[in-house]
């Protein structure tokens, strides 16, 4: 599945995008005068193959749960039981995920691929009809939470693939079921860790340049943090070359998951808004894939954590919104939701000069 959804990935269509910036050109607005909306609606339409590309909705929100050996390292003053109560909250309704999603009328799919503690409750049974507005939990489990990257690699590469695999099946049954757009979530306690491994290894930054202090450690736990990524990338030495191995030696199932997710889209020509440092610790995995993928990718937000700069400029994107957020779950995506379908709608709506019957200058 990996091999062929990588190789159904394509770079930008050029016709499209050059018919998108003539098109913004006969708009009735000054030229440029929409600033990074016009390149991000011109990206659309390359990654679609049409100018003007289709409106990015519904919007399907996936959150990948998983556990982290690492936590035993003392790199969160959180639980690792909190990891499963969040996926009872998500599905109650009750998350600041949740509530942004019901703005922007977004499903949101919880998909537990390496939970380590029982969840408070079962998937149901997929009714006949599904009520977008329900959150709804996918059962996926490749093991429950990754071994403790200090000591050894944190997954097998069978396990890394298959957490792979579970975010591009996942892709396919959401565009299946009719998103235009998939916007990434995550949930794991103690999992900006291996993000910031992952960060690390991808770009070769400095592990001071990619680790942030996540749910707000104190100083001697951010320390404690530093060194973890340090000492990670010292036993592993990981090859960018090598994105599963890169994977399984210092992801996370959820990391894998999303860096699937994110090919899963770019294979089927659909976006995928990029939530937090997480998530594009994961795009990194992706390009690495796949190149090709990042014309899939649009980056929703800025997050506060350091690493996700590193990231997003290695990618070379820029942030739609910076409002200092570091929830994850999808939060940051969301809100930068209506700058995207905006974006596009423009290319939709807006009369021509000629159309309108407006001089040009």
Not at 42 to 70: N, S
Not at 108 to 124: H, I, R
Request: net charge negative.
């Amino acid at each position: 599945m990996l091999e062929t959804t990588v190789a159904a990935i394509r770079p930008a269509d050029e016709a499209a995008m050059a018919a998108a910036r003539e098109l913004h050109g006969r708009l009735t607005k000054p030229a440029g005068s929409l600033g990074a909306l016009e390149e991000l609606s011109v990206r659309l339409a390359g990654l679609a193959g049409v100018c003007p590309p289709p409106l990015p909705e519904p919007a399907a929100v996936a959150i990948f749960a998983g556990d982290h050996g690492v936590h035993a390292q003392g790199v969160s003053p959180w639980p690792q039981e909190v990891t499963a109560q969040m996926i009872g909250n998500f599905l109650a309704g009750g998350a600041v995920v949740n509530a942004f999603a019901r703005q922007a009328g977004a499903s949101v799919t919880v998909v537990d691929v390496g939970v380590a503690t029982p969840l408070p409750t079962e998937p149901a049974a997929e009714p006949a009809v599904r009520d977008p507005a329900v959150p709804r939990l996918v059962a996926a489990t490749v093991r429950r939470g990754t071994r403790d990257l200090t000591a050894t690699a944190a997954l097998t590469r069978d396990e890394a693939l298959a957490a792979v695999q579970t975010g591009i099946r996942i892709a396919d049954e959401l565009i299946d079921a009719g998103a235009g757009i998939l916007l990434t979530g995550d949930m794991g306690i103690g999992n900006t860790t291996p993000a910031a491994v992952l960060i690390a290894a991808f770009t070769g930054a400095d592990p001071l340049d990619t680790t942030g202090r996540g749910t707000g450690v104190d100083d001697p736990t951010y320390a404690r943090k530093v060194a973890v990524v340090r000492a990670a990338l010292a036993r592993h030495t990981p090859d960018p070359a090598d994105p599963l191995g890169v994977l399984a030696a210092v992801g996370g199932l959820e990391h894998a998951a999303l860096a699937g997710l994110i090919l899963g889209a770019a294979a089927r020509r659909t976006p995928v808004l990029l939530d937090g440092v997480i998530a594009v610790s994961a795009a990194l995995a992706a390009a690495a894939f796949a190149p090709a993928a990042v014309c899939a990718m649009v980056a929703g937000h800025r997050s506060a954590e350091p690493g996700a700069t590193v990231a997003l400029r290695h990618l070379g994107l820029d942030p739609l919104i910076d409002l200092g957020l570091r929830l994850g779950e999808g939060t940051g995506a969301l809100l930068a939701l209506p700058v995207v379908t905006g974006a596009v709608r423009v290319l939709h709506e807006v009369a021509t000069f000629d159309s309108a019957g407006v001089v040009e200058k």
